[in-house]
């Protein structure tokens, strides 16, 4: 049993470690600017067509 409680703290740790990482790259990567972020945001998603969504 001991064991096991070891390998359940080692896999929380690295899931940690892990979401510590993304939201600081999210944080590092963040515009402040909303003119910026927002033609980053129309680059990647430009404008298609219009979908009716009354169905």
């Keep these: 049993m001991e064991s096991l409680r070891g390998r359940d703290f080692a896999a929380t740790q690295s899931r940690l470690t892990s979401i510590l ?3 600081k790259a999210l944080v590092q990567q963040s515009e402040t600017d909303p003119e910026v972020r927002l033609a980053e945001l ?3 998603h ?4 219009r979908r009716d969504c009354t169905a």
């Excluded at 430009?46 to 067509?49: D, K, S, V």
């Design 42 to 44: 129309q680059r990647l």
């Design 46 to 49: 430009p404008p298609g067509p």
């Design 21 to 23: 990482t993304v939201l």
